[in-house]
């Protein structure tokens, strides 16, 4: 099924999708496309953001781009990795039967599947800027992905096998 399609239907059930997800076999290779794609998403949203600091601030925007492409397309990963394995560590004190992979791929979907509503983050905090609806559109996304997180990791560690 094509990842938007996914997308879409992880916001009607998000434990299906992942279940889907991890019938396919342990395939690191997609989920680390997956967490890469999350990243660049998250990347590509922040541009309103850094264009309007830019603008308000009279920096040049190319460090700013730099520092953030920095951050989410080769720091951010190796902070999820390592939330990914506290999050199975934790499944595993809780006697969760999943595994790390599985614990990876939630995490990672949920980011990925989260990434419209990050987008809309940017743009609020690109044209509307600093303010209640900036922070009414942060708690929405921090809420879904949540949802989609904590659905996702009880599905790859506690769902059926």
Do not use: K
């Given at each position: ?73 080769f720091i951010a990963p190796l902070i999820f990795y390592t939330l990914a394995l506290l ?75």
């Amino acid at each position: 099924m094509p990842v938007t399609r996914d997308i879409v239907a992880t916001y009607r059930g998000p434990r299906r999708v992942v279940r889907r997800l991890l019938d396919v076999g342990p395939r690191e290779d997609r989920a680390l496309v997956i967490l890469v794609a999350a990243c660049g998403m998250t990347f590509i949203a922040q541009w309103p953001r850094l264009a309007r600091e830019a603008h308000l601030t009279g920096q040049e925007l190319n460090p700013l781009l730099g520092g953030t492409l920095l951050a989410w397309v080769f720091i951010a990963p190796l902070i999820f990795y390592t939330l990914a394995l506290l999050s199975h560590g934790l499944a595993r004190v809780l006697r969760g039967r999943g595994t790390g992979y599985g614990a990876r791929l939630a995490l990672f979907w949920a980011l990925l599947a989260a990434s419209p509503i990050i987008l809309l983050h940017g743009l609020v905090a690109g044209f509307i800027g600093p303010g209640p609806g900036l922070q009414i559109v942060g708690l929405i996304w921090l809420g879904i992905f949540g949802w989609f997180w904590i659905a996702g990791w009880i599905e790859a560690e506690w769902g059926r096998r």
